[in-house]
């Protein structure tokens, strides 16, 4: 039998990561709450009134047209050019260590994660859409990253380009995006619960239908050389990895997963009750790889990527205190 604590240890740790990064985002998001009472003039403690580049990280749309601006160009457009770092280290992270950003960092991931546990308890199980509409529906992500794609990076313009990132539209990007979680409109509340719901009953249901992102990242992680093997000689074929999975995946009858669905969350690795049976492996190396190598291998890839955007100077916005006390006024004419 397997060393089952370091095992389940490893998906502790991984709840420990994602409660952190949880955690993080929304003191970021607080700060940055505090952040606009304060420019409109409201006292509030002005040191924990802070606008971190962090919450750009919620811009990836925006941050798909700065990309088409690097790639003309070749400058990082100075307006909220963490948007961009944050979205190339993601994309980094799942092109060589697979969707490690999804199960390891991203917060919605983990609302969903918590939303499906929950589901769990209180109906004993997840449910599974059937199958014949589960393949369509999961199509229905890269439609959406088709129609982002084809809008952005293939149809606009370059002039189009440069003056989106001029405009007060995108300077004021983040206090919308900000207002879109604490001014819900009845129609965001109703879909936020609705994916709520869902979630409740289905595991992953907005990152396995609908995140676009979630699809761009599992295309990249096809490149990735890290992917679940499994020993087919010492394989009892219990399937415990498969009913793990939250990605439903066969694991039990595939001899290495590269499944654009896989999201390295080890789950099935901790399943399994055999020794060196089932574990994330590298392409060029047969031994099993020490547990701690995959996790520390997305978190050193975010702190890179992260850590290369602040000491290039492509970090912090150009955006002064003074540009947010002339553009707040015209936030309500700037969101149409
Ligand atoms: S195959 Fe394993 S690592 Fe991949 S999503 Fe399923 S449980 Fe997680
Ligand atoms: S849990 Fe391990 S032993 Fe059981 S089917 Fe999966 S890989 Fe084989």
Avoid at 67 to 74: R, T, V
Avoid at 154 to 176: C, H, N, Q, R, T
Avoid at 197 to 210: H, I, K, P, Q, V
Avoid at 297 to 321: K, N, P
Wanted: charged share 15%.
């Amino acid at each position: 039998m397997r060393n089952r604590g370091a095992a389940e240890g490893i998906v502790a740790v991984r709840r420990v990561v994602q409660g952190f990064f949880l955690g993080f985002i929304l003191l970021v998001g607080t700060r940055f709450a505090l952040f606009i009472r304060y420019v409109e003039g409201e006292a509030v403690f002005s040191s924990l009134a802070q606008r971190s580049p962090g919450v750009e990280g919620f811009l990836p749309i925006g941050a798909l047209v700065s990309l088409k601006h690097w790639l003309q160009s070749g400058q990082i457009h100075p307006v909220h050019p963490a948007a961009l770092v944050i979205f190339l280290t993601i994309c980094l992270i799942c092109l060589l260590a697979r969707k490690g950003f999804c199960s390891w960092l991203c917060p919605v991931g983990t609302l969903s994660e918590w939303a499906h546990r929950l589901g769990r308890r209180l109906w004993g199980r997840n449910f599974r859409i059937w199958r014949w509409l589960d393949l369509p529906l999961r199509g229905g992500k890269y439609l959406l990253l088709l129609f982002f794609v084809k809008l952005i990076l293939l149809d606009m313009p370059g002039e189009a380009v440069a003056a989106f990132l001029a405009s007060p539209y995108w300077a004021v990007s983040d206090i919308k995006m900000l207002h879109f979680f604490t001014r819900m409109s009845l129609t965001t509340l109703t879909v936020h619960l609705a994916l709520t719901g869902l979630s409740l009953f289905y595991a992953n249901f907005w990152c396995r239908y609908l995140c676009p992102y979630g699809a761009l990242l599992g295309l990249l992680s096809l490149a990735s050389p890290f992917r679940i093997r499994r020993d087919i000689e010492g394989c009892t074929g219990c399937r415990r990895c498969s009913a793990a999975c939250p990605s439903f995946l066969p694991v039990h009858v595939k001899k290495e997963v590269r499944s654009p669905e896989c999201t390295g969350c080890l789950s099935c690795v901790a399943a399994c009750p055999e020794r060196a049976i089932l574990q994330m492996a590298l392409p060029f190396r047969r031994e099993p790889l020490p547990l701690f190598v995959y996790p520390a291998t997305v978190l050193l890839l975010y702190g890179l990527g992260i850590g290369a955007g602040m000491l290039t100077g492509h970090w912090q916005s150009s955006l002064t205190l003074a540009d947010y006390q002339r553009l707040l006024p015209l936030l309500d004419l700037l969101a149409h």
